[in-house]
């Protein structure tokens, strides 16, 4: 197939995505989804003010991390415009969703995360690849020294336990970043990151003694970690890493780097979303409640011209991230163990 002819593929797609309607808004949706989490907020809040000083409020903490990860799937949607029509209003949500709600810088995020849809699992270009902590290739764990070699020479059993810190990671890079200007409107994120923490710290040691606050940050935000990397760890990691010079056309990039995670409504509300991440990467802006019909359509088309479509149930797509985490890093835990994920 010439390469006109498979850049044209991408097209044709389209044409049928928006023949179906499925960019259309869903406005509806969002507004009841974004009433009914912040509810959950809301009546988080409520407990852990009527709990008090116990040690139940490990209880809140928990439920909390499910919150604050719903509110992320929101401002991950509001970044590609899922939620409204203009970009102004999806920014501001973003804004608000993420500095002021949970503590997590949008405009770092946005800047990450734009990188990681032009160039998925591309070891140069993709930042979701290029993890101090973590390797994905031969090449990259032999690059490591010092404590991340360590770690990446024992990377599988450890990636959900570094899960834990995930949280917390991602208020302090972010929270730097707009101390560094290294975003846009830095002074309104670092106001909007200011409020959260004062009240979120503020709240949490005026309620309980110093001991119990600190149990309940460690588990809120582990738990949060958690979650989040669960959730995301699926999408590319043991897919194809791509390298400089790949001859792959759009259609072609996004699918073979992408993995869909298989289930019901359940799996579609625990993942945001992000379980038809095949579906998200052909077409960022679609909103969430039409993936599961585009899947369909896409999953057709993949296979009428002979595109490989991968997608497997959520424990089984753990067992390959960590499958090849454990490949990537074998050189390092002794000679002749070359990764095979370094001849993808």
């Known amino acids: 197939m010439s390469t006109q002819a498979r850049g044209s593929d991408f097209a044709e797609l389209s044409r049928l995505v928006k023949q179906e309607g499925l960019l259309d808004r869903r406005i509806g949706f969002y507004i009841a989804f974004l009433v009914g989490v912040l509810a959950a907020f809301g009546l988080t809040a409520a407990a852990v003010v009527l709990i008090g000083d116990s040690w139940w409020q490990l209880v809140p903490a928990a439920v909390l991390a499910v919150v604050y990860t719903q509110i992320a799937f929101l401002g991950h949607d509001s970044g590609h415009r899922q939620v409204f029509a203009g970009h102004k209003a999806n ?20 800047g990450k995360h734009s990188r990681h849809h032009a160039n998925p699992n591309h070891e140069d270009e993709d930042p979701d690849v290029d993890i101090a902590v973590l390797a994905f290739s031969a090449e990259q764990a032999e690059r490591k020294r010092g404590f991340f070699r360590w770690v990446v020479k024992h990377q599988a ?8 810190l995930e949280g917390f990671s991602l208020h302090v890079i972010s929270t730097a970043a707009a101390a560094r200007r290294e975003v846009k409107g830095w002074r309104l994120e670092l106001a909007l990151l200011a409020v959260h923490f004062v009240v979120y710290l503020g709240g949490v040691f005026l309620v309980m003694s110093p001991g119990k606050a600190v149990a309940f940050i460690a ?94 149930g959520l424990f089984t797509s753990y067992g390959h991230v960590l499958k090849y985490l454990h490949e990537a890093g074998a050189e390092l835990r002794g000679p002749g163990k070359l990764a095979p994920a370094a001849s993808r």
């Open 157 to 164: 059993w450890l990636f959900f336990p570094l899960l834990l």
């Open 219 to 312: 588990v809120h935000q582990a738990l949060f970690g958690v979650y989040m990397g669960i959730s995301f760890a699926p999408n590319h990691k043991g897919m194809p890493v791509l390298q400089a010079g790949h001859q792959l056309d759009f259609l072609r990039k996004q699918v073979l780097t992408s993995r869909n995670v298989t289930g019901g409504w359940f799996t579609d509300f625990l993942l945001g979303g992000l379980n038809y991440q095949i579906e998200h990467h052909l077409f960022p802006s679609m909103p969430r409640p039409h993936l599961r019909r585009a899947q369909a359509l896409v999953r057709d088309f993949c296979d009428r011209h002979s595109v490989s479509y991968a997608e497997c």
């Open 91 to 110: 920014h501001n949500a973003g804004l608000l969703l993420g500095n002021l709600l949970i503590g997590v810088g949008y405009g770092w995020w946005m």
